[in-house]
Every structure is written in structure tokens, then in C-alpha cells.
């Protein structure tokens, strides 16, 4: 039997493996964006690529969101894999027009003639004190729209994983990454050539009473208050659909009707967001098999204040998702 | 065929022969428009109809300077763009009409076709929405190696938005092989671009390191002849270049735009179309040259409305495509 090599990596040292072993295999990836070069990005989780490829593959831009995301679109429809390196998910918003009206439409108005094998890399998340520009979770808003595919590891193995399965994707994609699992968060990772399919969710711990759902830095929140509610006698299954599109909605539907309990965990924020379009999926898909309606659980309708206390208030928690999960089974 | 550096001479070199393929060239883009307005009065053509008479020499200039594997962008206005890189009338038509046979599959209709056998990368219905998309090609051409170059159509419009500013910047820094061709018709829909517009067209470009010209677009010799320089410029490495072509929107900002006195004078329009039209100043210099008479005109006339009939009865017989399709080429 052959063995299997795991070594532990943290998040970014996998997006960063993921991103060394593509840009090896296939010379049409290329990389770029603010500081992605010899800064190796604030978070440094591209240390060590532009001494590999050098700036021809790894280029410093402007701080032109648009403008080099524009480019991207440009470069990926005549040849090039690019990679635009979006610092802050907070700055997608500068690039809304070449995502949405340019990259996610380019191959179905031209009749399917031309292609964009584009990757955006991006973050999420809050709890980091960069108030309310730098901590938001926008990837609800490129999951609503079609042409785009959106990603969200969160694990170092699903993070490397799926973006190889990314770079390799023959449409734009948007890859969203938690920054605060880039140093903190450590996971197996083989050494093996591997990747993960999009549309393919992940049951991160089976249990019998209540399904939580939940996405990239939820997941974690998610598998520890299913260790609360053990701790309580209840078994909680944690499934992470790890690509908000496309969507395994077939996974998420069975786990609701096996368990009949369901909470929806996500960093975004709870109106309009991907818990409700995933609660919605699961309340068509699981209606008769269901106890309790489909609960969600986001981020607060507030931008994210700077002041510690009141931002660790806006996100799901541990706590707060046990306390729900216990309402929701009638145990409080 | 002939290749860029013979072309680049332009004027000199150009023969008869040549400057009667422009001519014809040029009645085509004004006959399909004519075909077009036609069209859309007979309530056949859905949507919306931006007329392109009265700049024919611009994309026929500029177009008879690129080579098949040249990029262009276009814009809302763009059915001359198309018509000049080498699209055919009929499946121009067909696209319109919304018909199957159209180079979208009728999916992208007036204001987004596409065609990859002519190098165009996409006309585009937000105003300045393909300069990222053009100055993408070109870093694809130089990273890829390749001698060809991009051409970004815009109207004076353009000039309003920022993300031109960020890619020219970008052009400039990474010396890339585009060419930025302001089409200046005077009219942002229906303002005079001097209220729009501050100081000096060129200059802007110039104060990134740009090559910046202006020429009189109506004069197809002026236009090919500039845009030839810049092009082979561009080819030979010599960077990117920004092109006013100085020219004049015969009809309305779109066909249903019928009482314009608001905005311009009849006294105007007629003097653009009487002293200052583009297949006039060019059949009259041909003559003077001793080039041509008006039987050739006359003939070519004929021939290409010959020619535009039968594309018009082809894509009006055409069929739509099937309820189905309007799934397909959502995804690569």
C-alpha cells in the first residue's frame, strides 16, 4: 500500500504550495496585483513566488483594483491564467464592473466564443480591529451572479486543493480566503498531486440531531460547538459546501433530511446573504422532513465596528451557535 | 497578405488599389448602418440602435492597418469596428436580429458582438468597459511572445472614467501594445463633450508617458496613415500610444433620437455631412489624383448594397435560437 505522506501546513502556506505547483506546471500562469512580488503581499502568503518565477510571472501592479483586474479579464480571454491578488475582500467593490459586467458575462454574450480562465484571490472575515473598510465578507455578492463561480476553503487541504482546481478552471472564479487562518489555522496537507472538486460539499463531522452548515471561517466555529452540544449529549453534523456556486445542494439536503434540524453559519452578512439562499435550498429540498424551521446565522446588519468588543459581537460564535442549536432542538 | 511594416509607410506606399478597398470598406460601414436604421424603423430589430455614419473612416483606417490576429475592442457604437476587422454583413444581421445565426448566437446582440476568427475581443455596452479587456490582450501578446497588438475603441465618453486612467498607467509602466483610439464625435450622448471634458484630450495620455496624437478623422488617409505609425510602433515594441480621431456623429445617440436642436444646430450636421464627409473627401482626393471616377463609386455602390440586401434577407429568414439555449454558455 502506497503511504501517504501528510505534513501539517498552515492555510497560507497551502494557497501558497497550490500557487507554486500551477504556476510549475502550466508557464500561462501568472500572478498579480498590489505588493504580490518581494512584499509577497502584507500577509505573505506569496513569500517566495517572485523568486521562483520571477516579475515577468509575478507582477506588481498599481493600487488599480480596476483597472488590473480589467487587464486580467483581457489577459486570461487571449492566452494568459491570471491570478489578480485582491488584498482586502472590502475592494472587490472597486472591481465590480470588470467582474460583473465584464468577466462573468464575456463567454455567454459572445455565444460562448471567447473564455476568461481568470482566479481572483480574496479575503473575508472580521475580529481582525481594521474597522469597517477591511473586514467585511462580501462574497454574497459574486455568488448572485451568473458566470462567476465562488469559492470558500476552510481548511489548508480544501484551500489547496480547490484552487488548483481553480487555476485550472476554464471561467472567472472568485477564491475567498479567511485572513485569520493564514497563520493560525494548521491542517494535513499530502504531498501528493491532488484536487477538489467545485460543486462537492464536505461533511466535516457526521452527527445524528442537527446539521449546521457552514462556510470558510465559520466551519471552524461550526465543529466547535458541535463539541459544546456533544459535551451536552446532542450530535451535530458540520457541512461545508466549501463553493457557494456551484452549489451541492443534493448533500446539504440530505444531511437536513436525516438530522430535521438545521442552522445556516456564515461570516457574510445575514440579509440577503448566502444563509439565506441556502436555507431557502434547504427548505424546498427538505420540507416534510423537517422539525424546526431552517435558522440563519450571519453577520450583524452593521458595518464592522473598530472597537474590540463591539466587532466580537457581530460574528457567529461558538456560544452563540450552541445556544441556537439548543433552542432549536428545545433543550433551552 | 501583407504584413505590417509595408503597411506602416503608409501614404507612399499605399496604392490605388488600396485606397479603393478603404473606400468600399467604408460605404459598406455606411450602407449596413443605413440597413440597420432601416431596420429598427420597421420595428424588426429589437433593442437599441447607436449608428456609426458619418466615422467610417476611423475604424476603416485604423482596421486597415491591423493584421487578422490583431485584437480590437469596440463599443456600443461599434458595427463599423466589426465591419472594418473583417466581419461579415450578414451574420452581423443575423446578431441584430437576435437571431441564431448571429456571431453571439444572438445572444449578444448590437452592442456585444464578438468574433475570435477577426480578433475581436467584444464590442461593449459600458462606456469604457473594454479598455482593461484591450490592454489585457496586449500584455498577453508580449508575455506570450507574439508580434501582435490590441486596439481599444472608445468614444470621447470614455474619458470620464477612471479605470482608462489606471490602465494607461499600467500600458505605459509595462510598455505594452495597445492603442488607445478616442473616437471624439463631439457628443456624449446628447452633451457637447466640452462640458464633459477639462483641459486637453492628448495631454492626458501624455502625462503617462503615452505617444499622443490627434488627427482628423474624417480623413481616412490621415487616420490610416497615424494609426499605421502607431500600430507598427507598438509592434516594434516601442509601447503603448493614444490616438483622438476627431470626428462627427451624423444621426442621433441612437436611432430613436430624432429632434436634436436642443443639443446641436441642423446648421452643424449639415455642414459635417456636406463639407466634412469621410467617403466624400476621400472620392474627391481619388479623383483629383487621378485614382478613380465616379463610375467605380457607382459601381462599388451598387455592389455593396447588392451585397446588404441579401445579408438583411438572409438574417431576416433566419431563425431564432431554441427556448434552450438561453442556458448554454452560461459556464465554459
Known amino acids: ?332 | 497578405m501583407t504584413t505590417a511594416t509595408d503597411k506602416s509607410a503608409a501614404n507612399s506606399e499605399t496604392t490605388a488599389g488600396q485606397w479603393i478597398r478603404m473606400y468600399r470598406q467604408m460605404v459598406s460601414v455606411r450602407l449596413f448602418e443605413e440597413q440597420v436604421n432601416e431596420l429598427y424603423t420597421r420595428a424588426l430589430m429589437p433593442g437599441l440602435a447607436h449608428l456609426y455614419i458619418g466615422e467610417e473612416a476611423v475604424a476603416v483606417g485604423v482596421c486597415e492597418t491591423l493584421r487578422a490576429d490583431d485584437y480590437i475592442t469596440s463599443t456600443h457604437r461599434g458595427h463599423g469596428h466589426c465591419l472594418a476587422k473583417g466581419a461579415s454583413p450578414d451574420r452581423m444581421f443575423a446578431e441584430l436580429l437576435g437571431k441564431e445565426a448571429g456571431y453571439c448566437k444572438g445572444k449578444g446582440g448590437s452592442m456585444h458582438i464578438a468574433d475570435p476568427a477577426t480578433g475581436n475581443l467584444g464590442a461593449n455596452a459600458i462606456v469604457a468597459g473594454s479598455v482593461g479587456i484591450a490592454t489585457g490582450a496586449a500584455l498577453s501578446a508580449k508575455r506570450l511572445g507574439k508580434d501582435n497588438v490590441a486596439v481599444c475603441f472608445f468614444g470621447e465618453g470614455a474619458l470620464g472614467q477612471g479605470v482608462l486612467y489606471e490602465v494607461m498607467n499600467v500600458a505605459s509602466l509595462w510598455k505594452l501594445p495597445v492603442i488607445y483610439v478616442c473616437e471624439n464625435n463631439l457628443y456624449t450622448e446628447y452633451t457637447h463633450f466640452s462640458e464633459t471634458t477639462a483641459g486637453d484630450i492628448p495631454a492626458r495620455a501624455a502625462a503617462f508617458g503615452l505617444q499622443a496624437e490627434s488627427v482628423d478623422g474624417q480623413d481616412v488617409r490621415a487616420v490610416y496613415a497615424t494609426a499605421g505609425r502607431l500600430i507598427d510602433r507598438a509592434r516594434r515594441e516601442g509601447g503603448p500610444s493614444f490616438l483622438v480621431c476627431n470626428t462627427y456623429r451624423y444621426t442621433g445617440h441612437h436611432v430613436g433620437d430624432i429632434n436634436r436642436e436642443y443639443y446641436r444646430s441642423k446648421e452643424e450636421e449639415k455642414h459635417w455631412k456636406t463639407e466634412r464627409d469621410p467617403l466624400k473627401l476621400l472620392a474627391d482626393w481619388l479623383v483629383a489624383q487621378g485614382l478613380a471616377d465616379s463610375t467605380q463609386f457607382k459601381r462599388i455602390q451598387s455592389e455593396v448594397e447588392a451585397e446588404m440586401k441579401k445579408a438583411v434577407e438572409f438574417a431576416v429568414a433566419a431563425p431564432y435560437p431554441s427556448v434552450s439555449e438561453a442556458g448554454e454558455d452560461v459556464y465554459a
Not at chain 1, 457574510?268 to 424551521?293: H, K, M, Q, S
Not at chain 1, 431552517?294 to 452593521?302: D, E, F, L, N, P
Request: aromatic share 8%; with cysteine.
Open chain 1, 1 to 332: 500500500m502506497l503511504e501517504t505522506l501528510t505534513r501539517e501546513l498552515t492555510f497560507g502556506q497551502a494557497v501558497r504550495e497550490a500557487l507554486a505547483e500551477e504556476m510549475r506546471r502550466d508557464p500561462r500562469v501568472c500572478i498579480f496585483g498590489e505588493d504580490v512580488a518581494e512584499a509577497g503581499t502584507p500577509f505573505k502568503v506569496l513569500s517566495g513566488l517572485v523568486e521562483e518565477f520571477g516579475t515577468e510571472r509575478v507582477l506588481d501592479t498599481p493600487i488599480s483594483e480596476a483597472g488590473f483586474t480589467g487587464i486580467a479579464v483581457g489577459a486570461a480571454m487571449t492566452g494568459l491564467r491570471p491570478i489578480v491578488d485582491i488584498m482586502f475582500g472590502d475592494f472587490i467593490t472597486l472591481t465590480m464592473d470588470q467582474m460583473v459586467n465584464q468577466a462573468a458575462k464575456v463567454h455567454y454574450m459572445s455565444g460562448g466564443a471567447w473564455k476568461v480562465p481568470m482566479v481572483m484571490r480574496t479575503t473575508l472575515g472580521a475580529t481582525r480591529r481594521s474597522g469597517a473598510q477591511h473586514s467585511q465578507s462580501l462574497h454574497a455578492w459574486f455568488s448572485h451572479v451568473p458566470g462567476l463561480k465562488v469559492v470558500m476553503p476552510s481548511t489548508p487541504y480544501d484551500a489547496k486543493g480547490l484552487l488548483k482546481t481553480a487555476i485550472r478552471d476554464e471561467n472567472p472564479v472568485v477564491f475567498f480566503e479567511d485572513k485569520m487562518m493564514y497563520t493560525k489555522l494548521k491542517g494535513p496537507v499530502p504531498t501528493e498531486e491532488y484536487t477538489i472538486p467545485f460543486g462537492v460539499a464536505d461533511v466535516k463531522r457526521v452527527g445524528r440531531d442537527i446539521t449546521l452548515v457552514a462556510t470558510s471561517s465559520m466551519v471552524q466555529v461550526a465543529l466547535g460547538a458541535a463539541d459544546l452540544l456533544e459535551e451536552t449529549g446532542m450530535s451535530a453534523e458540520v457541512v461545508d459546501p466549501r463553493t457557494m456556486w456551484p452549489l451541492d445542494e443534493k448533500t446539504l439536503i440530505e444531511s437536513a433530511k436525516k438530522t430535521s434540524r438545521v442552522i445556516v453559519i456564515d461570516e457574510g452578512y445575514e440579509r440577503y446573504g448566502v444563509t439565506a439562499e441556502i436555507a431557502a435550498v434547504i427548505a424546498e429540498g427538505a420540507f416534510y422532513n423537517l422539525d424546526a424551521p431552517v435558522k440563519r446565522m450571519g453577520a450583524m446588519h452593521i458595518p464592522i465596528p473598530f472597537s474590540p468588543p463591539l466587532e466580537d459581537a457581530t460574528v457567529p460564535t461558538e456560544k452563540s451557535v450552541f445556544e441556537v442549536a439548543r433552542k432549536l432542538c428545545g433543550q433551552a
